[in-house]
């Protein structure tokens, strides 16, 4: 079992910068892939980012190329997830996600149903 918590969240204005950590605890080591999710009122979770465990190769989806960056320095430490050029609609539930199964070099299958563990969410929101 993996246990995670998220903690950064909070408001800020568009263009502004935020950092979400994710902090595991449990079995760790058994973990291969952290991701990053959102979901905002009204709509489906989706995925942000991923990072494989260690944090030596990452992942982006959509709007976040270019303005979020992932990264976790090894296996003992926070997943971070560094957002800039913030905009309204990157308001939304923030969660962090672990899964022990080999995805390959790279995490590439960042949806829902292939993460096994979940943190419970830290709210974002950017004001115009």
């Known amino acids: 079992q993996v246990q995670l918590v998220e903690s950064g969240g909070g408001s800020v204005q568009t263009g502004g910068s935020l950092r979400l950590s994710c902090t595991a605890s449990?079995?760790?080591?058994?973990?291969?892939?952290i991701a990053w999710f959102r979901q905002a009122p009204g709509k489906e979770r989706e995925g942000v980012a991923s990072?494989?465990?260690?944090?030596?190769?990452?992942v982006y989806v959509g709007s976040a190329k270019g303005r979020f960056t992932i990264s976790q320095e090894n296996v003992r430490t926070p997943v971070y997830l560094e957002m800039n050029s913030l905009k309204p609609e990157d308001t939304a539930m923030y969660y962090c996600?672990?899964?022990?199964?080999?995805?390959?070099?790279?995490?590439?299958?960042?949806?829902?149903?292939?993460?096994?563990?979940w943190g419970q969410g830290a709210q974002v929101t950017v004001s115009s």
């Open positions: 449990g079995n760790t080591y058994s973990t291969n892939c």
């Open positions: 996600a672990a899964d022990p199964r080999y995805q390959g070099a790279y995490c590439t299958d960042i949806k829902p149903t292939s993460y096994m563990y």
């Open positions: 990072i494989t465990a260690g944090g030596a190769r990452s």
